[in-house]
């Protein structure tokens, strides 16, 4: 996803490939504009090391392989995040990105289609619970949706001009988020209400440099020390069993704070427990 702020003074958009991209502009002329001209791209499917722009402390064997200038241009004049994360599925980064909330606080956490139907594969252990499947709403009332205030309206009320371009996903047919133009974008390029892949029943937090991941199927968790691990391939829980401890303390009583939805098991009906009641 790429989102661009520009002037109304610029004549053209040059807008690099990519699924989903917003352009803004500001409303004065470019010699009195003081806010600066803003370029974010979301791209689907693409993976931290799929550029040559290094996002860890230094270039992988994977960066290597790529040379993409025009991204190494843009993290170099611009702003790039090496402490971030998005969903592995479009429509809960999307609202993220929409909204400030990760998917547990806003239980978008699967993509939208079909007004009030799920999407979520049938798992043989363990039963969704009562997710947001309708995606985001800027109108309170609509059932299966987050209601929240939109980055492009508080963009618009700041003197920026929204554009949206490309893969939209926001939310589901027949609901106001299935039109971009009704979060606020001014102008929408093709966004539209469909999108695609699944999920997996997993949660995870970071702190500093450790990342714990809650399996919630098999209640394993994970350790990784992204200092030295930065594509977590060795599990570490073992050796530093009190940071895992503290991270899933940390991640249950986000889970409890938010009132996350969590899965059921088929088999028991109870629900799936918090990373803080597996020992």
């Known amino acids: 996803m790429i989102f661009t702020i520009c002037t109304k003074s610029m004549k053209k958009y040059i807008l690099a490939g990519s699924l989903f991209i917003f352009l803004t502009a500001l409303h004065c002329h470019a010699q009195q504009m003081k806010r600066p001209n803003i370029i974010l791209f979301l791209v689907d499917d693409m993976g ?30 611009g702003m790039k995040f090496t402490n971030a994360y998005a969903t592995p599925v479009c429509s809960p980064s999307r609202v993220s990105l929409m909204t400030g909330m990760n998917a547990a606080h806003h239980k978008v956490t699967n993509w939208t289609l079909r007004k009030d139907q799920s999407v979520d594969y049938k798992d043989s252990m363990l039963l969704s619970p009562d997710w947001n499947i309708n995606g985001m709403s800027p109108m309170p ?70 990342k714990l991941v809650y399996n919630m199927k098999t209640g394993t968790k994970e350790l990784y020390d992204l200092a030295a691990d930065i594509g977590e391939m060795k599990d570490v829980s073992k050796q530093y069993p009190a940071v895992v401890k503290d991270l899933s303390s940390l991640l249950s009583n986000r889970l409890r704070n938010w009132q996350a939805p969590m899965p059921s098991f088929k088999a028991t009906g109870k629900q799936v427990p918090m990373p803080d009641e597996i020992k």
């Not at 064997?61 to 790529?66: A, D, F, I, P, V």
């Not at 609901?175 to 209400?193: E, K, Q, R, Y």
Request: charged fraction near 15%.
């Open 48 to 77: 931290w090391q799929d550029c040559s722009v290094p996002f860890w402390t230094k270039p992988t064997e994977w960066n290597k392989r790529y040379h993409t200038p025009n991204m190494e241009r843009l993290a170099a004049e």
């Open 141 to 210: 009332g609509i059932e299966h949706t987050v209601y929240t205030t939109p980055l492009p309206l508080l963009l618009k009320e700041a003197g920026y001009y929204t554009i949206h371009c490309g893969k939209a996903h926001f939310g589901a047919m027949e609901t106001p988020a299935s039109d971009p133009l009704n979060i606020v974008f001014m102008l929408n390029i093709a966004g539209h209400a469909a999108g695609g892949p699944g999920i997996n029943y997993r949660a995870a937090i970071r702190k500093a440099n450790w």
